[in-house]
């Protein structure tokens, strides 16, 4: 806990003391570097849009240029239509190594007219396991939606437009690792994992349904903190200060989360008996 709010206060001082404007440009081609599929992901129309495709030789994926410690981050994505059984498309924040911290979002593709499955994980040096799945309440292929991660010292929002579906708090005071000292990267790709995602592998993807096709724009990330030579610092264009950094649910947010996780979350580690006999992880218990 003092640990925490130590480092709060560090980044709070980083971020008013080396203000640094980062770029909040709409160009995604100055916001991320398309890193493999060999033509299969585009970024199109000056910047405004970018898509990713997958055929039966590849996927396709981009990172983010800038690696961050601490953000905001949000991406409209809208996902692949039709039968997109066996796809998967993966948003997430990563860092390096095999103690590595890790935020998930991932899509997992349906039959038509069947319901996505967005899965959602977190890392902490190394250790994952934490899953929770929710279904969306609109068609994720009909238009593009928000996907948004705020990352700050004392805990994780996932959020759908707007609405939060996902909060996992700092649990170092109960001995859990809190992803806060490796800065990380976003990336997204699209791939496919017809071994496992539809129905647990049940479904194969379709081969003459493809090429299979997401696309992304919106980045923004403009206040978050960017890591350079061994420091973050954060701050916006416009000078804004980054009140997320300190940012909590308040009562409304959190009586919208418990409603939505009541009404979508169609599985939760923490509620998983049989893979937690002795009970579950004791960030469980913080929420
Ligand atoms: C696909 O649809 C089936 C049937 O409605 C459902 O059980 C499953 O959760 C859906 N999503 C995935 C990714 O399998």
Redesign the pocket.
């Known amino acids: 806990m003092a640990a925490s709010s130590r480092l709060l206060v560090f980044s709070s001082l980083l971020c008013s003391l080396l203000f640094m404007a980062t770029s909040s440009s709409a160009d995604l081609n100055q916001d991320v570097d398309i890193t493999w599929g060999d033509g299969r992901a585009r970024i199109l129309d000056n910047g405004q849009l970018l898509t990713l495709s997958l055929d039966k030789a590849s996927g396709s994926g981009f990172q983010s240029k800038n690696q961050y410690l601490f953000g905001n981050i949000h991406m409209q994505l809208k996902l692949v239509p039709g039968n997109s059984a066996g796809t998967v498309t993966a948003y997430y924040l990563s860092s390096q190594g095999t103690t590595h911290d890790e935020i998930d979002f991932e899509f997992?593709?349906?039959?038509s007219g069947?319901?996505?499955?967005l899965h959602t994980n977190v890392f902490s040096q190394g250790k994952g396991n934490r899953e929770q799945q929710f279904y969306l309440w609109f068609d994720p292929t009909a238009d593009f939606h928000t996907y948004s991660i705020l990352w700050n010292p004392q805990r994780i929002i996932f959020s759908v437009d707007g609405t939060p579906i996902r909060e996992f708090k700092n649990a170092e005071s109960v001995g859990v690792a809190y992803p806060k000292n490796q800065p990380m990267r976003i990336y997204s790709s699209l791939w496919n994992a017809d071994d496992w995602?539809?129905?647990g592998g049940l479904?194969k993807t379709d081969w003459t349904q493809a090429p299979f096709t997401a696309s992304y724009r919106n980045f923004k990330a403009d206040d978050a903190c960017v890591w350079s030579s061994g420091a973050s610092s954060c701050g916006s264009s416009s000078g804004s200060t980054s009140s997320w950094l300190s940012q909590e649910l308040d009562s409304t947010s959190q009586e919208r989360l418990r409603w939505l996780q009541k009404n979508y979350m169609?599985y939760n580690y923490c509620a998983d008996a049989k893979r937690f006999p002795q009970g579950p992880p004791p960030e469980c218990s913080l929420s």
């Open positions: 997992l593709g349906n039959l069947d319901p996505y499955i995602a539809t129905r479904v169609i």
